[in-house]
């Protein structure tokens, strides 16, 4: 079965800074990963998958993320945020063959000030 | 929006009870997912329907139960609910499934009283 771990629960950021978001995840098997991004009071939106080919994802927004199989992350990073960049953002993996259920992390917060 | 459809948005019962949440996937998805949205459990995946067969079971608890229909709209059913079952609960849904994304409804928010 697979996990998925994110590092760092809140980050708070300026605005116009760089933000990374930190995921790890274990699994027996291959995996899709993904990150999605939840507004206050709002569902979850796709931001980028990673699937095959190059481990550089480009994703909405400015985001991007890289995979790296080694050291088995996936870290999202966005150069310059903005106030609107203020929400919830979950990274989430599934298996396949096995199923492509969504396996996610606890989330990290980022609150972007002025 | 996303283009999945969840009714009602908000739900207020009490312990013991039964409740029916509603989905309607993307027009053409024929795979829907359930999850729970929960502070002490995170999101989890519940139970996961395609083309009207239950494909994928997670930790659904036998209280709960799901169906899709042939129209491929599904409902979650929850019954003897407890306190612990507060929660937001979202549906989701792909074209098929695999690498296809999974698009998110905006969830149904149950409070047990």
């Known amino acids: 079965a697979q996990s998925v771990t994110q590092l760092d629960s809140q980050v708070p950021v300026f605005e116009e800074a760089p933000v990374e978001l930190r995921c790890n995840y274990s699994?027996?098997?291959?995996?899709?990963l993904f990150w999605y991004v939840q507004y206050p009071n709002q569902g979850l939106q796709l931001l980028l998958k990673?699937?095959?080919?190059?481990?550089l994802v480009k994703g909405i927004n400015g985001f991007e993320a890289e995979f790296n199989k080694s050291q088995t992350s996936f870290h999202l990073r966005k150069p310059s945020v903005h106030i609107s960049d203020t929400a919830e953002y979950f990274c989430?993996?599934?298996?396949?063959?096995?199923?492509?259920?969504?396996?996610f992390g606890a989330g990290t917060t980022v609150t972007v000030r002025a | 929006d996303s283009g999945v459809t969840q009714t009602p948005k908000h739900l207020i019962t009490a312990t013991g009870q039964r409740v029916t949440l509603r989905c309607s996937p993307r027009?053409?998805?024929?795979?829907v997912y359930w999850y729970q949205q929960s502070l002490d459990q995170g999101l989890q995946f519940l139970i996961q329907?395609?083309?009207?067969?239950?494909?994928a079971k997670g930790n659904i608890l036998e209280r709960f139960s799901a169906q899709q229909f042939p129209d491929l709209h599904s409902e979650l059913n929850l019954s003897s609910l407890e306190l612990g079952d507060s929660a937001l609960y979202f549906c989701?849904?792909?074209?098929?499934?695999?690498?296809?994304?999974?698009?998110f409804g905006p969830g149904t928010r149950l409070l047990v009283l």
């Open positions: 699994s027996s098997v291959s995996v899709y």
């Open positions: 989430a993996v599934s298996e396949y063959p096995n199923d492509y259920k969504l396996s």
């Open positions: 989701a849904s792909s074209v098929a499934q695999g690498r296809e994304t999974q698009y």
């Open positions: 329907y395609y083309n009207g067969e239950e494909r």
């Open positions: 027009s053409g998805d024929l795979s």
């Open positions: 990673y699937l095959s080919g190059s481990t």
